[in-house]
């Protein structure tokens, strides 16, 4: 049986909603690591946006949108299941992604890229990023997750971000009120699921043994 092809790169927050999803749903798939400097001829052949993630399936269907791969692993295994919100509906959770991806992404790229070279440039996107931490903070207020008890879909796919943007100057972030966000990005970064998909792999090169994803072992 032929796996579906994941296109991956360790430390970017697309891939890892990626394949927190996957793991979520049990689903293996065919891990080709990605260096973003020196992308696989394998890679550009399938996407031509080649960013990552990128999903190959079966069929030759390529899935070129971390959201549509979680979309697909959420369809296709008990994922649905397992990270259905207990409060709200799986559609508000995936639409607090996008809104993520949309409001709250771009402020982030822009305070990470500018940290070292413009700090007032970088200072005030990060000031437009606070509204939607805000935001989760007060979501996360008398429950562990975004939406109840349970993590869900929403968890995965945000956490990653909030993640990299607190990585950008950790004294300042972990500075900060957000008595909620914090104890929420802790657990994210200590659970099980995120060391499982944080296994570290060399570079895929054509050839190379099928390196099977969720690993058997961290
Ligand atoms: N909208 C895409 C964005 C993916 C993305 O931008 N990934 C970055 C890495 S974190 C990338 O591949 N960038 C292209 C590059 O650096 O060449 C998704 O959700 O999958």
Redesign the pocket.
């Known amino acids: 049986m032929t796996l579906p092809i994941l296109y991956s790169?360790r430390?970017?927050?697309?891939?890892m909603r990626?394949r927190l999803a996957l793991e979520a749903g049990g689903i293996e798939v065919e891990l080709r690591e990605?260096f973003?400097r020196d992308?696989a001829p394998e890679l550009l052949a399938a996407s031509e946006k080649?960013?990552?993630?990128v999903m190959v399936l079966d069929d030759g269907t390529v899935l070129?949108?971390?959201?549509?791969?979680m979309r697909w692993a959420l369809d296709t295994s008990d994922a649905c299941e397992t990270l259905m919100p207990d409060q709200g509906s799986m559609r508000g959770a995936l639409a607090l992604i996008e809104r993520m991806?949309a409001d709250f992404k771009p402020h982030l790229d822009a305070y990470k890229y500018l940290y070292r070279s413009d700090q007032v440039a970088a200072f005030a996107a990060r000031e437009k990023a606070l509204p939607f931490l805000q935001e989760l903070d007060g979501m996360l207020a008398g429950q562990a997750y975004l939406y109840g008890q349970k993590r869900s879909v929403a968890d995965i796919g945000v956490a990653p971000f909030v993640r990299q943007f607190a990585h950008v100057d950790r004294d300042w972030f972990y500075a900060q009120g957000w008595e909620n966000v914090k104890p929420w990005l802790s657990a994210f970064l200590e659970s099980d699921a995120f060391k499982h998909i944080m296994k570290k792999y060399p570079k895929w090169v054509a050839g190379d043994d099928v390196t099977v994803f969720p690993p058997s072992e961290v």
């Open positions: 790169f430390r970017c927050p697309y891939a990626a990605v973003l992308k080649a960013t990552v993630p070129e949108e971390s959201l549509d791969v991806d």
